[in-house]
DNA sequence: CTATTGTTTCAGTAGTTACTGAACATCCAA
DNA sequence: TTGGATGTTCAGTAACTACTGAAACAATAG
């Protein structure tokens, strides 16, 4: 083996936090992890950045970029895009450490706000385009828009079947904004009104 | 131009229920279909089931698989795939008429029994293995199961946290049980309450 | 200024999911 | 029993998404 050859792990800087922790902890860790993942990608978020997510609620503490690479054994380029992407939804926060450059990211304690942050967000990019959508379908069938064809089946069929619609996307929306303008404590307590009146 | 050569449209059935209604309901229909299609696709259902069960909701009326293949452009496989998974679901109801062969499907028409059937499966199947995660992971920090490790610092922080996330999801776990044990009807009745309540 | 450390961006590609089209199965009417 | 109409399945492929690795960029220290 010639001399020159060079091996990374004889100069690695040990880290600062020392990140590999007890085996035991690290597998209850790696576990949530991996099925934090898996909920996050059947529900449209990447498999990563649920996971990086996951890594960063479930430790408590803040890591930087090297840590999330090392520990999920992702690429520099996915950590950096995937915890931008994090801090643009607002469930984990850039950190600065006092005399460090390397910036650090801790995810949000608090499980409720997170939730209304996502749910405001998913919201506001997804349900209320459909409900504009079909509001404008209602208008597009009133009598005013196609005169006497108002009166036709087909129509008067497709009028309800969006009327239902509406109804229902307009009080789903409703309960929504409930949620989410309780933000954090509030929200629980929303709950438990729920669940006592029920 | 040989003589020999092969037009399929000249050969054309006329359809038995023209599908074709007037051009401005189909305007409209077109444009909820569409909306969503883009909804259930970021939701993580395949934007073309979404698009099937779309066209049947909005028309209230039976259609067969040639009719769905010809409205959305769509390939026979597609549609049979499509429409089993739908029904699958139980969203979606197969119909037999008297006298044809021919199968014909048609959409629930009640919105809030749709979002009780989804809101249940997805439970089942996403929510559910999620929750049972973490309270192994709570298991497996317990004192009797790792020793004096437990006043670790960072197993107390994990641990904090997976109790925070067991209690969201508990919760949780029981609005959606209520949503979807009071079906149809009385889903209506459970939002009502919660909005009065707030 | 240059070296060092850390971050962002992105072209190319691996991996995944959705879709087609054709082969096959089934049923019914003639 | 045969042919046409309908329904199902699936191999192959198109379309899409996620990821890597490397280069460009930024900030700071010496």
């Known amino acids: 083996m010639p001399v020159t050859e060079f091996n990374p792990d004889e100069i690695a800087e040990p880290r600062v936090v020392p990140l590999p922790v007890d085996p035991q902890l690290r597998r209850v860790q790696d576990d949530f992890i991996r099925k934090w993942g898996e909920m996050g990608a059947i529900w449209g978020i990447n498999r990563t950045m649920a996971e990086i997510h996951a890594l960063l609620y479930i430790t408590g503490v803040p890591l930087c970029t090297d840590d999330v690479m090392d520990r999920l054994h992702i690429s520099r380029g996915n950590s950096s895009m995937s915890l931008r992407a994090l801090c643009d939804w607002g469930i984990i926060r850039r950190m600065h450490r006092r005399g460090e450059r390397r910036e650090y990211f801790e995810s949000l304690s608090d499980v409720w706000e997170m939730f209304s942050i996502i749910a405001a967000e998913r919201k506001r990019r997804e349900m209320d385009p459909v409900l504009e959508t079909i509001k404008n379908c209602i208008k597009a069938l009133e009598p005013a828009q196609i005169g006497k064809l ?7 069929r497709t009028r309800q079947r969006l009327d239902g619609m509406e109804e229902f996307m307009s009080v789903t ?3 929504f904004q409930q949620f989410v303008g309780n933000a954090k404590s ?3 307590k929303v709950v438990k009104v729920l669940l006592k009146a029920l």
């Open 150 to 156: 108002a009166k036709d089946d087909a129509v008067v």
């Open 173 to 175: 929306n409703k309960v």
């Open 186 to 188: 509030g929200l629980n």
